[in-house]
């Protein structure tokens, strides 16, 4: 797989890149398969450190321009490095080699994929499913839906290529150079959060690529809290595939403006600013 750039985007999160790092070299991977991007985090020292230590590719970003920036910048230069394959890894995955060749294997002998991802579960529970793919409602504003989840494993019965998915998800996520040849990089605007959705929608209503799930082989993932940094994001970004792919703005907003509400009542007055500032920005920024 000396093709294949694998790329880990690092923002204040050495401790799991680094785990990352040492878990795929431990694995027999090849080590110019390795892309990190530091994107401007107090770590930006240690990621160098590790870069030269493990002899892999390292990139220090001057700015924190976000996930699609940040991911972008590794792919820039990978493709000089004759790469002609990448995934896209979190640092707090678990992921597997074989899993990775898998992926790999798949888009070499089923020319009709562009990109594909795992299952993903959790790491502290792993039968119990995080994503089998996604799906995005642009009736209710571009609402987005993880395929099975919060679901048992021996629950659910789903074919071995989930094929019925608007976006795979970007903690894990492989595609080939062809993708990019056709509709370009992701789109740095969105900083964080539905930049996979977005760059999947062009994906299938520009080109003939296919999506798929594998979910015969998992990665595994950490959850998160969420809070008012996610929550403006979510409600911007969503507005700005409404505006972009024809969705219902007006659900958002409504919706939006319900939680904002809710917020303010609570007197969690960071949340609530965090949706009005979402819903103005989403509406009135500049594309």
């Known amino acids: 797989m000396k093709d294949l750039a694998i790329i880990i985007l690092n923002y204040n999160s050495f401790e799991d890149t680094s785990r990352e790092v040492n878990s795929l070299l431990q694995q027999k991977c090849y080590n110019k398969s390795i892309y990190i991007v530091d994107n401007n985090s107090t770590d930006k020292g240690k990621i160098e ?11 220090i970003s ?15 230069q990978a493709i000089k490095d004759g790469k002609k394959f990448f995934l896209l890894l ?27 991802g795992p299952r993903i579960c959790y790491r502290n529970h792993k039968n119990l499913i995080y994503s089998d793919g996604g799906l995005l ?5 571009f609402q ?8 048992n494993i021996s629950d659910v019965k789903t074919d071995h290529y989930n094929y019925d998915i608007d976006y795979v998800d970007g903690s894990v996520f492989m595609f080939r150079k062809e993708v990019l040849d056709e509709i370009g990089l992701m789109n740095e605007k969105f900083f964080m959060y539905y ?11 520009k080109t003939q690529w296919k999506l798929v799930v594998n979910t015969n082989i998992t990665a595994y993932n950490v959850y998160s809290e969420k809070g008012s940094f996610y929550e403006y994001y979510m409600t911007r970004n969503r507005i700005w ?17 319900k ?15 965090a949706y009005l500032k979402g819903i103005i920005d989403g509406v009135y920024s500049k594309l």
């Open 49 to 59: 450190q590790l870069g030269l230590e493990k002899n892999i590719n390292f990139i």
């Open 62 to 76: 001057d700015k924190n321009g976000g996930y699609a920036y940040g991911n972008n910048l590794a792919i820039k």
């Open 90 to 116: 979190n640092p707090d995955i678990d992921i597997d080699v074989v899993t990775i060749e898998v992926l790999y294997n798949d888009l070499q002998r089923k020319t009709e994929i562009g990109i594909i």
């Open 137 to 141: 409602h642009p009736e209710e504003g």
């Open 144 to 151: 987005g839906e993880h395929v099975h989840f919060n679901r």
């Open 195 to 205: 930049e996979e959705s977005e760059w999947c929608l062009r994906v299938l209503r």
């Open 241 to 257: 595939l409404c505006r972009l792919y024809d969705g219902d703005i007006k659900y958002v907003q409504k919706e939006r403006w």
């Open 259 to 273: 939680l904002a509400r809710k917020a303010f009542k609570r007197r969690d007055f960071s949340l609530a600013k």
